[in-house]
């Protein structure tokens, strides 16, 4: 995995690194849920924290890149602190427990996708980053479309099943399948592999 400090403020190269390295995508956990349904998808969340936490606890191990990839909520002129203070507010329970660090990458989109009109397609090479583990909401819309681009791109994927979830299990279900299927992706669940598995895996099959 592409290692680095996990002490100081989350910075970039200048230049493209090396492929190869793994990073951790949060995708819209940082959340007030005060939509339509929002109430159903809040209790799915809850129930993926802890698994997320887990493979951000790997990540920091491995001193690899931890990226938030966050909705906007239609607030144009919002950023990370304003987004993160009016969580606070609707649900300390999630954000108590996956706030983003000091050392966390975080990036505000404006559609489905974690890539669309985003610095992510930036970002990840200059990290050196090839392999993407996916996790968060909604797993049948904004994990999935973030998947597709993903894959679009030739980045190596692991969506684990028990770190994402969706209003309805169903939906999330036939997602998973999508991007399993369609996508190349590994949607094996975190009590069956883990970050340093799944990377050995990738090596092994010669992926880069």
């Not at 290692?3 to 190869?20: I, L, M, Q, V």
């Not at 793994?22 to 349904?37: E, K, R, S, V």
């Not at 974690?114 to 049948?140: C, E, H, M, Q, W």
């Not at 597709?148 to 028990?162: F, G, K, N, Q, T």
């Amino acid at each position: 995995m592409t290692k680095r400090s996990r002490s100081a403020p989350a910075t970039a190269p200048t230049y493209d690194a090396e492929r190869g390295g793994a990073a951790l995508l949060i995708i819209d956990m940082i959340n007030c849920f005060d939509f339509t349904g929002g109430d159903v998808l809040r209790a799915r969340a809850e129930g993926i924290v802890g698994t997320i936490g887990k493979l951000r606890r790997e990540m920091a191990k491995a001193r690899a890149p931890v990226v938030y990839v966050n909705d906007n909520f239609g607030e144009w002129h919002s950023e990370k602190s304003k987004l993160i203070a009016r969580a606070r507010k609707h649900d300390r329970k999630i954000v108590g427990k996956l706030a983003p660090k000091e050392d966390d990458y975080f990036i505000i989109k404006p559609q489905f996708s974690g890539f669309y009109a985003t610095n992510l397609p930036l970002l990840l090479p200059k990290l050196g980053v090839s392999r993407l583990i996916l996790t968060g909401v909604a797993a049948d819309i904004c994990v999935l479309f973030t998947a597709a681009d993903a894959h679009m791109r030739d980045y190596a994927l692991w969506v684990p099943e028990d770190a994402v979830a969706a209003e309805v299990d169903e939906r999330a279900g036939w997602a998973l399948e999508i991007m399993q299927s369609h996508l190349g992706a590994e949607t094996a669940p975190t009590t069956a592999l883990d970050s340093k598995g799944w990377m050995k895996r990738l090596d092994e099959a010669g992926a880069r």
